[in-house]
């Protein structure tokens, strides 16, 4: 008769299973084998203790998976949030500002017109990632300049282009369209960099960016029996912003981290037309190996307009609207002798800045904690909070810090401020910040840090405008705004000879920064080289004021850097020199002031901690701050 004492198994490991299955059969004397090691019978109980071991471990973790709270799988996850109608967060990859040089045409005159460069233009940085692919920057968005006799006479909108790390590749399968309802296609490559490089097979993680997916409906005239090409418009959500009229469609990462793209039913998108066909472009990133210091790419004319598995003719008619239409926008560029060349050495492209950091997919900790919040607004951007939570998650690779305010918290912040320091007026309306009035209630202002140290373009923030305008209340205005900067330099004060920040913008600071020293005070008998511990200090401070790691409203806090200092190895003590003032001081002392709006008239010196306003953000004055170190190894 079984023991009814002993019936909960959950609590059974593979021993204590291989001790009750010896008890039991021990316990009538009708079987001894199971006694001895090698037996048929202790084969069988070892396999059965094992089997059942494994069996409990993956019920107790499938039942924690089930659990939003307590899921750690990213396939799990994912699934779960899908009710709640949340899209994970893909791929985004680097982008960075580029200057643009026109060069002599092939006959040895100047260009003179407008030049009008197409999307998907792509420049050719060099060398290859770690997959083999080339290292690619490409326009996403065709670019417009006006030249005259080879020189640039004004940008699009006074813009540089941002271009984006990657290549356009076409999907390799055009998928054949039924016409049901929320008709379903899938991008069957997994954006999993972790993924195991096969080269044998020659397969690699596809880094495909996430909202640089591209769709185009091929569609087949029956009257006329031409071809006839459409792109079609992604929207976040079609329930929210599918229009019966249009052919919308949303993508959504799955489980498997591969892009699914979904198509109306008929009155949250129009249902696609039987018999047709999809063709799917899409940016694929080249990872960490994209990524550019400022200056890495100095007047480069590698330009080249080329879509991966896609022949040129195919890419000019479904892309470009025919080779009629191209000829008249873009010949300058990729038309020689009325013929189609996929190079051009008219224009050469500068990077003038360094690129922004990759952003991989979005973590299981982040969905965890984006998820809810989408979901309990109704995918809205309702609250402040709601509206620097998406702004942040939604444009990581371009910011590194957001902030929302009202109209009346702009007033009572921003606009104070300039009212204290004698600057509230039309003035600042060339920083592009707005001057206040009483038809202004309904602003919603988004402050947004870079993550370089140039401020955001404003084709930038207009898509930062452009993103919420879909989410947004009906009667909310968006406007956005680059956040202030606050410049950071050793700086100590004379008691007989004070500084007057009235001359900040009248003096040579290229000179003046060489005469404010950090001066590290060695200790006598440790081995440590002058220029490790100079290194090392650098490296603290710049970590520190780095762009990525600062944000708006940061705390300066200089007793965090004088003791990550203090225990580098070798040093004594830490002193603040002013030379041109005469004066120092024990310990670190800084100074900073504001560079725009205020002509630093908030110069300000302090010796522990500073608090930022909400719409600013710090940065070095030191171009370099190992410039200002000096290492002493005798305290004079």
């Not at 967060?89 to 006959?107: A, H, W």
């Not at 996929?342 to 224009?347: G, K, V």
């Not at 904690?369 to 690779?397: C, M, Q, W």
């Not at 592009?432 to 370089?452: E, H, L, M, P, Q």
Request: aromatic content about 12%; overall charge negative; some cysteine.
């Amino acid at each position: 008769m079984a023991d009814l004492n002993n019936t909960d198994y959950l609590k059974y490991d593979a021993i204590s299973m291989q001790q009750l299955l010896r008890r039991k059969l021990t316990e009538k004397g009708y079987y001894t084998d199971q006694m001895y090691p090698g037996s048929d019978i202790k084969m069988v109980m070892d396999i059965f203790s094992w089997t059942f071991s494994c069996l409990t471990y993956m019920l107790n973790n499938n039942a924690a998976e089930s659990m939003f709270d307590s899921a750690a799988v990213y396939e799990h996850l994912n699934k779960l949030v899908k009710i709640l109608s949340y899209k994970p967060r893909g791929y985004i990859t680097s982008n960075c500002k580029f200057l643009i040089t026109v060069n002599e045409k092939n006959d040895g005159s100047l260009y003179s017109g407008v030049l009008k460069i197409p999307r998907f233009t792509s420049l050719v940085v060099g060398g290859s990632d770690d997959y083999g692919y080339p290292i690619k920057y490409t326009f996403l968005e065709d670019y417009e300049i006006n030249v005259k006799e080879g020189k640039i006479v004004n940008l699009s909108s006074n813009e540089y282009p941002i271009l984006y790390n990657g290549f356009i590749s076409k999907y390799n399968e055009e998928f054949e369209i039924t016409g049901i309802a929320n008709e379903q296609f899938l991008i069957d490559l997994s954006v999993d960099d972790q993924s195991t490089y096969n080269s044998s097979i020659l397969s690699s993680p596809n880094l495909i960016v996430d909202d640089k997916i591209y769709v185009f409906l091929q569609h087949i005239n029956q009257n006329t029996g031409a071809v006839e090409y459409q792109e079609l418009e992604r929207v976040e959500d079609l329930y929210f912003e599918g229009s019966p009229s249009k052919y919308n469609y949303e993508v959504r990462l799955n489980e498997y981290k591969k892009y699914v793209i979904t198509f109306g039913d008929g009155v949250h998108g129009k249902i696609l037309p039987e018999g047709d066909s999809l063709i799917i472009l899409y940016l694929q990133s080249n990872g960490q190996a994209g990524v550019l210091d400022s200056g890495f790419v100095n007047n480069n004319n590698s330009v080249e307009l080329i879509v991966n598995n896609m022949s040129s003719d195919q890419m000019i008619n479904v892309v470009f609207g025919g080779v009629n239409l191209f000829k008249t926008n873009y010949s300058d560029l990729f038309i020689l002798n009325d013929s189609f060349v996929s190079t051009t050495e008219l224009i050469s492209l500068t990077n003038i800045d360094e690129s922004s950091k990759p952003q991989n997919f979005e973590s299981v900790e982040d969905i965890r904690i984006n998820a809810p919040k989408s979901f309990a607004t109704g995918h809205r951007l309702l609250s402040t909070d709601d509206f620097t939570a998406y702004v942040e998650n939604n444009f990581k690779s371009e910011i590194s810090s957001a902030l929302t305010m009202d109209n009346n918290e702009y007033t009572l912040t921003f606009l104070k401020w300039l009212y204290l320091y004698d600057c509230l007026n039309v003035s600042i309306v060339k920083n592009n910040y707005k001057f206040s009035d009483a038809c202004d209630f309904n602003n919603i202002y988004i402050w947004v840090k870079g993550r370089t140290k140039n401020k955001l373009s404003n084709n930038q923030l207009q898509q930062i405008v452009n993103a919420c305008n879909r989410k947004k209340c009906a009667t909310a205005n968006i406007v956005p705004c680059n956040g202030v900067t606050c410049l950071f330099m050793p700086f100590v004060d004379s008691n007989t000879n004070p500084f007057d920040y009235n001359e900040i913008y009248n003096l040579n600071w290229d000179e003046k920064l060489k005469q404010l020293k950090i001066k590290i005070i060695k200790q006598q008998g440790v081995y440590v080289t002058d220029g490790n511990i100079k290194y090392q200090v650098a490296n603290i401070i710049s970590e520190y004021f780095k762009e990525e790691n600062t944000k708006l409203g940061q705390l300066i806090d200089l007793n965090y850097l004088y003791k990550k200092i203090i225990t580098v190895p070798g040093v004594k003590a830490i002193r603040t020199v002013n030379e041109f003032l005469g004066s120092e001081c024990d310990g670190l002392s800084f100074a900073c002031f504001s560079s725009t709006c205020i002509d630093g008239k908030d110069f300000n010196i302090f010796t522990d901690s500073k608090q930022l306003l909400s719409f600013q953000y710090p940065q070095l004055f030191h171009t370099d701050i190992s410039n200002c170190i000096e290492i002493n190894s005798v305290d004079d």
